[in-house]
């Protein structure tokens, strides 16, 4: 939070330093509240069979004080059943410089920002932007997003007209914003112990025009982890380096997405003593998503979300083996059905119902428990949400 600080005093200083200058304000937010209940399993909803506890809500403003610079900030509420516990932080805070390059741009910002990983990530928080209240797991973990979502460092990005469509770009490198909702959602509770983030860097490119979406990113975070109780864990660092591939299609009124992720997930020390045995796990993840853009701004979708902790042990015997832990807990099979209803512009109802089996995704990873936890489980979810701008 260091940065963010520095960063926010700067944008408090860039405020003053402008104040009298011809500037272009966009202010914009959405709050949201939702509902989740689940059968056989406490992934979300806790210790309860259901929850009220998810809540959405930001506040952004965009300020140009002069041509080429733009800052922009966003304040954000997120409860998201045991899986974040509510409070308020910065979603972004960063100062950009672009320029313009024959038809397109270039440009660079610094500080506090979200990253570009597949189609979602940078907007994965935002209902009237996301696909569905829950987002794939596969590719957008919710028990992992500490580890990727928010970095503080400098983004170099651009945006080209090309095939009649737009060819936009970013590379990013620094470090990512670790919350005590990692601790809880990998090791079981904050108590035992703590991640720091050590380095995050990544590329993606898209593509888009008025019927096809292409997409391609890399990503690298690592995580150290340091217990607190010695006679639990040990210390070490997780290390993610992924692959994501993503498409789409549009097509009158039906949309095709899908979207695959492959790589590698480094484990060092936590369960062993560092070095004695690095843990080295090839996963893969993809979703299929087919949707109907019906009349009354009324969508209809069906999802299909794979995810498999090791690709050399897709349905979990190995993992069983070595653990005594049940198969199902390296494997995810997710059938999600679902509808959005934009009531008016500003206004928005989602539902969705998924029907899983297995639990690779589920909340504590490093300590799953089978006594809480069903290889064949259920969760229904509904969200009303509200949006503004001026």
Known sequence: MKLVANWFTSLVLLLASFSSWSSDWQFNGFIGQG???????????GEDD???????????????????????????????????????????????YSHQLGEGTLGIRGGRFKNETGFYS?????????????????????????????????????????WN?????????????????????????????TFDSERYYSGDIEFQNDYLRLGFTYYDAEVSYLPSMDDYYF??????????????????????????????????GLVFPPMANELVDSSIGYYLDLRAYLPHEVELFVRFDKHIDDKDDADGKEYEATTGLPAYF??????????????NNDWLLAAEYHLVEGASWVTPIVAPDPSTQSKHWSMFALQLSYRFQW
């Open 35 to 45: 509902y989740v209940a689940a059968d056989d399993t406490q992934f979300v909803v």
């Open 122 to 162: 940078s907007t994965r928080d935002v209902p009237f932007t996301r696909p569905s209240i829950m987002l794939p797991q596969s590719i957008y973990s919710d028990y992992f997003r500490d580890a990727q979502l928010h970095i503080e460092g400098a983004d170099l990005f651009g945006m080209h007209q090309i």
């Open 235 to 268: 210390p070490g660092d997780i290390r993610l380096k992924n692959w994501v591939f993503s498409g789409q299609f549009r097509y009158l009124n039906f949309e095709f997405t899908a979207e695959y992720m492959t790589g590698d997930r480094l484990i060092n």
């Open 50 to 96: 259901s929850t009220f506890n998810i809540t959405e809500a930001a506040f952004a403003v965009s300020w140009k004080p002069i041509e080429h610079i733009r800052v922009a900030s966003a304040l954000s509420y997120r409860q998201w059943g045991s899986l974040a516990e509510g409070g308020v932080d910065f979603d972004y805070l960063f100062v950009e």
């Open 165 to 193: 469509g737009a060819l936009d770009w970013h590379v990013s490198v620094g470090k990512v914003d670790v919350t005590e909702d990692l601790d809880r959602n990998v090791m079981g509770s904050e108590k035992l112990g």
């Open 330 to 343: 390296a494997y995810t099979d997710d059938w999600t059905f679902g509808a959005r209803w934009f009531l």
